[in-house]
């Protein structure tokens, strides 16, 4: 497939199972040999078992989540996707009960696309962000640099 027929099957993951909740389709856009790799969902590894288990773990914590595709780039049988993913806390979250605040992270994704399926993905995305907006971690404030001449 090109650059282009692999930028859309991933747009269409987004939209119609991520987005829209219908993790039946990642059946047809995901291979049975799919790896996953994302440090914010550890447990979601191989399959499409990996992919649904992601969209179950946001739909439950974020009932109305959305990702909007804000920019992509395709090369060969890699999608490069940057994201912007937000909602409503109202459902645990890696053992954070419901806080119902909203929340907006970006993220990006790299998806190695074979005969219009994933093969495999790469996600990193701004989890502490997100954790700091829930109000479950802090960074304290930090003291403005100033510039100094030394031995002056």
Same mark, same amino acid.
């Given at each position: 497939?090109?650059? @282009? ?5 991933? &747009? ?13 389709? *990642?059946? +047809?856009?995901?291979?049975p ?7 914010g969902? %550890? ?5 499409? !078992? ?15 989540? &959305?990702i ?5 780039? !395709? ?14 806390? &109202?459902? +645990?979250? =890696?053992?954070?009960? %419901? @806080?119902?605040?909203?929340?907006? *992270? ?13 093969? +495999? ?7 502490? /962000? =997100?954790?700091?907006?829930? /109000?479950?971690?802090?960074?304290? !404030?930090? +003291?403005?640099? @100033? !510039? @100094? &001449?030394?031995?002056?």
């Open positions: 497939m090109s650059p @282009t027929e692999n930028k859309a099957v991933v &747009r269409r993951y987004v939209e119609e199972a991520f987005n829209k909740n219908n993790p039946s389709l *990642v059946d +047809e856009l995901c291979s040999q799919y790896q996953h790799h994302d440090p969902t %550890p447990t979601a590894r191989s399959g499409p !078992a990996a992919l649904k288990q992601v969209i179950s773990i946001y739909h439950t914590a974020f009932p109305d989540v &959305r909007t595709i804000d920019d992509q780039i !395709a090369e060969g049988d890699q999608v490069v996707s940057r994201w912007t993913g937000q909602g409503t806390h &109202r459902g +645990e979250l =890696m053992g954070v009960a %419901p @806080t119902g605040r909203q929340v907006k *992270v970006s993220g990006i994704q790299i998806d190695r696309i074979s005969g219009g399926k994933f093969v +495999e993905g790469w996600v990193n995305w701004d989890t502490m /962000g =997100m954790l700091q907006q829930l /109000g479950v971690v802090s960074i304290p !404030a930090l +003291e403005p640099v @100033t !510039a @100094t &001449r030394s031995g002056r």
